[in-house]
């Protein structure tokens, strides 16, 4: 079973527009990690924000958001301010304790202006 | 953030050659790395977890004669993947951590490009 579903393949959002890329995860660990990566073209994979299990706050990192509502197991990040820069794919992962990241199958972002 | 390198960054072999990957952390001490592997528009697919010191642990499918895994140090782990074939082309990542805690950042290298004619 996935562990890590991303359903958007591609979404497009206006320069300066805020954008939702989604995600859910399956676990049945108390512990766990989610973390959002962004891709560009390049291929090095950037790490962007980190929610722990535990942590009761949404994460946020400058314009990066992390909507996490745990009951639902969905850990969506939101992007405020789009930037033509921020066009990539973006993966959702999960770390379990003892396992390596899990990668969600990635959403394609474009930013228009 | 810790700094992963990978070298070489792309390299074209001929089918049936052996080729090696290289992963250093460079300013801390990883005392796991991992492999990924990445087909075109399609995620990043574990390959082996190792240890530094211990034998690497294959996810199934991974084939583990075709894909050697070396973990000598805290700080080198190297993929060498043995008579490839086209099919072996892809684009391999590897990643390197100080532990398996959920919390733990996994440190990406650049990636490395296969290309096998």
């Known amino acids: 079973a996935q562990k890590i579903t991303q359903t958007q393949p591609g979404m497009f959002v206006q320069e300066k527009e805020a954008v939702t890329l989604d995600c859910t995860y399956d676990?049945?660990?108390?512990?766990?990690?989610l973390f959002w990566y962004k891709q560009p073209s390049s291929g090095e994979m950037i790490f962007l924000i980190y929610q722990g299990s535990y942590d009761e706050q949404n994460a946020t990192e400058g314009r990066y958001s992390l909507n996490f509502q745990k009951a639902r197991k969905s850990a969506n990040l939101v992007i405020s301010a789009s930037q033509l820069g921020d066009s990539a794919m973006y993966f959702c992962?999960?770390?379990?304790?003892?396992?390596?990241?899990?990668f969600g199958s990635g959403t394609r972002l474009q930013v228009q202006p | 953030g810790a700094v992963v390198s990978q070298h070489p960054s792309r390299v074209i072999c001929k089918s049936g050659t052996s080729v090696k990957i290289e992963c250093r952390s460079l300013d801390f001490q990883a005392t796991t790395m991992f492999w990924y592997r990445q087909f075109p528009k399609k995620s990043l697919m574990l390959m082996a977890t190792?240890?530094?010191?211990?034998?690497?642990?294959?996810e199934q499918g991974v084939e583990k004669d075709k894909f050697l895994i070396n973990h000598a140090s805290l700080t080198l782990s190297t993929l060498t993947v043995t008579s490839a074939h086209p099919e072996d082309s892809s684009f391999y990542i590897c990643s390197a951590s100080v532990g398996l805690a959920a919390s733990y950042e996994q440190y990406f290298g650049p990636g490395t490009r296969l290309t096998v004619t």
């Open positions: 992962a999960m770390r379990e304790d003892g396992r390596a990241l899990t």
């Open positions: 190792s240890n530094e010191g211990s034998k690497a642990t294959y």
């Open positions: 676990t049945s660990d108390q512990s766990y990690g």
